[in-house]
T-cell receptor, first 113, second 114 residues
Framework: GEDVEQSLFLSVREGDSSVINCTYTDSSSTYLYWYKQEPGAGLQLLTYIFSNMDMKQDQRLTVLLNKKDKHLSLRIADTQTGDSAIYFCAEILDQTGANNLFFGTGTRLTVIP | GAGVSQSPSNKVTEKGKDVELRCDPISGHTALYWYRQSLGQGLEFLIYFQGNSAPDKSGLPSDRFSAERTGGSVSTLTIQRTQQEDSAVYLC???FGTGGYGYTFGSGTRLTVV
């Protein structure tokens, strides 16, 4: 299946860390992604991780992948007001032949000044 | 252009009318995708074009929806006899090859059917 689940809302105080969680159902996913969507804009690729990795760090962003539990998380350190947006996780399934991404419902992150 | 361009950015149409949404992908990107984002929901895959292969239309919600890609570049998504439930943001994305490094999205077309 291609169900990707996320919690809908997350609020954090400016300067704190944010952790956005995602679960997926297809263990054969080869790539997993995090996208950010600001109001009125398209989706911006934040980062991605290959399925053979456990962790990837990119400046304030840390991605953790637990393949056994099919759990993906995005940690944003020192969260800023500019981080307020909707965050989507997505998986790509090679065997479909279509290479299309399956997205979660998105988590709306609100950063409180 | 430097990014994926979609037009129009906003479209208001009357129920029952046909609409055409346009997507200009990044030059050289062989794959092009259409997604629909309804209010409060995630992204729904609609259709995928890869090079000269037959498109994957498995996500189109009804036969009122169709899309074409001319010359392996510009794509048009057509919705015939629009219904209120078609109101959504329609997003186009393109990628190079298999898309393993992610897709580049346009800003979308916000369609409102009244």
């Amino acid at each position: 299946g291609e169900d990707v689940e996320q919690s809908l809302f997350l609020s954090v105080r400016e300067g704190d860390s944010s952790v956005i969680n995602c679960t997926y159902t297809d263990s054969s996913s080869t790539y997993l992604y995090w996208y950010k969507q600001e109001p009125g804009a398209g989706l911006q690729l934040l980062t991605y991780i290959f399925s053979n990795m456990d962790m990837k760090q990119d400046q304030r962003l840390t991605v953790l992948l637990n393949k056994k539990d099919k759990h993906l998380s995005l940690r944003i350190a020192d969260t800023q007001t500019g981080d307020s947006a909707i965050y989507f996780c997505a998986e790509i399934l090679d065997q479909t032949g279509a290479n299309n991404l399956f997205f979660g419902t998105g988590t709306r992150l609100t950063v409180i000044p | 252009g430097a990014g994926v361009s979609q037009s129009p950015s906003n479209k208001v149409t009357e129920k029952g009318k046909d609409v055409e949404l346009r997507c200009d992908p990044i030059s050289g990107h062989t794959a092009l995708y259409w997604y629909r984002q309804s209010l409060g929901q995630g992204l729904e895959f609609l259709i995928y074009f890869q090079g000269n292969s037959a498109p994957d239309k498995s996500g189109l919600p009804s036969d009122r929806f169709s899309a074409e890609r001319t010359g392996g570049s510009v794509s048009t998504l057509t919705i015939q006899r629009t219904q209120q439930e078609d109101s959504a943001v329609y997003l186009c994305a393109s990628s190079f090859g298999t898309g393993g490094y992610g897709y580049t999205f346009g800003s979308g077309t916000r369609l409102t059917v009244v």
